[in-house]
């Protein structure tokens, strides 16, 4: 406690002091004969937290409430106890550390069975409770992220399994928060402490790898870095300049990209960064002139976020140069203000400044965070408003620019119908087309950092296509274009959706040979009737592969397992025989029935069980009724034949777009027929190995959309022209 009095009084006054170490001598209370599984008394938990946000110069509350932040989980203390100690604010934001804390409890349990819906539902909800608690006061989640940082400084202590759930929580979560928050200092401890528990012999290499070289890493950055400051020094342009190694994780990722392009770790350039720090904004372009006199730039590689500050306020100018010995060298250009929220993100906000309360709400200045307040009031569900969050917040973004030169920030893999949507909903409802750096690209084309986009706009809002919620087609990434999209759907009339998902359920089921009963997808989506599941359909709340996803076994296993007092084990074909033991069975290949498909088995006279499609001709025909038998199916990871018939008009490269997308979906080609029609149209025939009708669906989504397609459909043998084989059933 003396090193976080000394260090608090070199900023604080006299009385917040004071505040600080009543928090302390109330916690030390409240802990006190409590021990960590590290051996090391409970309070010191609560005082590593605060000397490092101490180190950020946080205000006094923050201090007291990262103290505190155990005593209502661990010891009993109530919130109103905090505030009539202490304060109002001191006692809000230990509850809102007490319920993050309780969050983790749940999320890394250490348990290895499988979460049910309903604690899958849960979560996501105490997550959507989390984030929105952070968005009202960023504070919360500061020391949340001060407190995880010690916890997995301390990591060792716990049991293995709980080790590893907590340091992936930690990548997944915690990291990707801190980036976004602009913490890159807590950002790269995470991530590396994580990396260091999830992938120990990928740590231990890479910093093996880093110490056989850090004498002449350290020489090539101090030699480049001399270099420069003498060249600011006669341009009179007073500056530090300073060399940042990046983080082992960050270079981890960095060498799996190298090895998809078959290089390997001595050929990674840019392990380190130089940085150029200055008073005045106009001393960063100044800056930017010098090194660029000294060294070519890469003209790719240059970014003015001083200009166009990130969404979570980072400014600086980025740009790599062609150093001395031919090595890239990426420098960074910033003033002093710039760096403290480049390294402390929102923190900096709350950095104690004597006789001023911050400023405008910080909040308000992050778009994102206003999102998150925004999902909150329109979507309904914490599974979607979860979804939303883990793609356009907890994911890598993508940099592009629109016509006016203005900077927009979007999840990677967005398209230019996410770009229309985060621009303006009615630009969305209105995109035709768009243009990228002047040229037309389809509307599902993958944006790039650096990109202009322009998008190319119906005079009326004709309103989206569904056809952009389909998840296979690739025209939407992130979930604010999706959950406008949907929004819009839900305004239409309820007897247009419902014909509308009348429509897209006969076309998937007709395409999965399936025909479930009402009654089974009214249970499968919790729907009251049939028209509320159709409507939901219709509007885009549920898509057609959510429907094929859970009509698959992987999806019903669970209700099987509760129907069933013992497990069965999985058969060679993936079946279950109902009421019998373990008895032969194979798949007929008149119908090449699929995991998903409504199934009936033959008894056969001496091949065991054949199993068939419930509507295979040969089994309607069957005059042997008592040789029937009920089945179901089972587990399974085999693979399936199927055969699909693709109708199209005949063009150059249409074979190669059909096998490109089958390749997409990682499935096998095992045979494949062509034929040229009198009419300039063209049939292909397929056989493909795949895992069941969940992956079908996809297929059909993807083959539907190559050009020129008009029909794809499943053919039984009987009905394929070129693959015909006669099924075996006796």
């Known amino acids: 406690m003396r090193d976080l009095i000394a260090k608090i009084e070199t900023y604080l006054p006299s009385d917040r002091v004071a505040l600080v170490q009543k928090a302390y001598d109330f916690a030390a209370r409240a802990h006190e004969g409590q021990v960590r599984l590290s051996g090391e008394p409970f309070i010191h938990h609560p005082v590593e937290t605060a000397l490092y946000l101490a180190d950020l110069h946080l205000d006094a509350t923050t201090l007291a409430a990262a103290l505190l932040h155990d005593v209502m989980e661990d010891c009993g203390v109530t919130q109103a106890e905090l505030e009539g100690e202490f304060s109002n604010d001191v006692a809000r934001l230990v509850d809102g550390v007490t319920k993050l804390s309780r969050l983790d409890r749940v999320n890394t349990e250490g348990d290895e069975r499988e979460r049910t819906p309903e604690e899958d539902y849960s979560q996501a909800a105490s997550l959507r409770k989390m984030l929105i608690a952070m968005a009202r006061d960023l504070r919360v989640v500061l020391i949340k992220l001060a407190d995880r940082l010690h916890n997995m400084r301390t990591l060792k202590a716990h049991p293995l399994e709980r080790r590893l759930a907590i340091a992936q929580e930690t990548l997944d979560i915690y990291a990707p928060l801190a980036h976004r928050l602009g913490m890159w200092d807590i950002k790269w401890r995470l991530e590396d402490l994580a990396f260091q528990y999830l992938e120990p012999a990928s740590y231990r290499q890479i910093s093996k790898l880093l110490a056989s070289r850090r004498e002449e890493r350290e020489e090539h950055i101090t030699r480049v870095a001399d270099i420069l400051a003498q060249a600011l020094q006669e341009a009179s342009i007073k500056a530090q300049v300073t060399g940042r190694a990046k983080n082992i994780y960050s270079i981890h990722m960095k060498m799996r990209a190298y090895a998809a392009q078959g290089k390997d770790f001595n050929e990674i350039r840019d392990l380190f960064a130089l940085r150029i720090l200055v008073q005045e904004k106009q001393e960063c372009y100044a800056a930017l002139g010098v090194v660029h006199a000294l060294w070519p730039p890469i003209p790719s590689l240059f970014d003015d976020y001083i200009g166009k500050p990130k969404e979570n306020l980072y400014q600086a100018l980025h740009t790599t140069v062609m150093g001395p010995e031919g090595v890239p060298v990426e420098v960074q250009i910033k003033t002093n203000a710039m760096h403290q929220v480049s390294e402390y993100g929102v923190a900096a906000h709350w950095r104690y400044k004597e006789g001023n309360a911050p400023d405008t709400p910080f909040e308000q200045k992050m778009t994102w965070l206003r999102q998150l307040l925004e999902w909150q ?20 973004q993508v940099f592009v620019y629109t016509p006016k030169g203005d900077i927009k920030e979007l999840p990677s893999g967005s398209t230019p119908i996410d770009f229309a949507y985060h621009v303006h909903t009615d630009l969305g409802h209105k995109c035709m087309g768009a243009k990228v750096n002047g040229k037309l690209m389809a509307l599902d084309y993958e944006l790039q950092n650096g990109d202009t986009i322009e998008i190319v706009a119906s005079k009326v809002a004709r309103g989206p296509s569904l056809d952009w919620l389909n998840p296979n087609a690739g025209y939407v990434r992130s979930a604010t274009a999706k959950q406008r999209i949907r929004a819009w759907f839900r305004r239409q009339e309820r007897s247009a959706n419902i014909q509308r998902g009348h429509e897209l359920l006969a076309r998937e089921m007709r395409h999965l040979g399936m025909n479930p009963p009402d009654a089974e997808l009214m249970l499968l989506f919790k729907m009251d009737s049939m028209d509320d599941f159709l409507a939901a359909l219709g509007n885009g709340s549920i898509t057609v592969n959510q429907v094929a996803a859970r009509l698959a076994p992987q999806q019903r296993e669970a209700q099987i397992a509760q129907q069933q007092t013992t497990p069965v084990p999985a058969t060679a074909s993936g079946v279950e025989v109902l009421g019998v033991g373990d008895l032969l069975t194979h798949l007929a290949p008149c119908c090449s029935p699929l995991p998903g498909d409504e199934i009936i088995g033959f008894i056969t006279r001496n091949r065991g069980i054949t199993i068939h499609r419930k509507e295979c001709r040969n089994i309607l025909n069957e005059d042997e009724a008592e040789r ?33 997308q089958v390749s997409a979906e990682k499935v096998n080609i095992a045979a494949m027929v062509t034929m040229e029609n009198a009419d300039g149209t063209a049939t292909v025939q397929l056989t493909l190995f795949i895992t069941g009708v969940d992956q079908l669906s996809r297929l ?24 015909v084989q006669v099924g075996e059933r006796t």
């Open 628 to 660: 029937l038998i009920g089945v179901n199916w089972g587990v399974t990871k085999n693979l399936h034949p199927v055969r699909l018939s693709i109708d199209a008009w005949d063009r150059v490269g249409l074979l190669r777009d059909i096998t490109t």
């Open 700 to 723: 059909f989504t993807k083959l539907e959309g190559v050009q020129g397609v008009d029909n794809v459909s499943r053919v039984t043998v009987d009905q394929a022209t070129s693959l």
């Open 377 to 396: 009031r329109d979507v309904s569900g914490a599974e979607e408003f979860l979804e939303n969050v883990k793609t356009d917040i907890f994911h890598d």
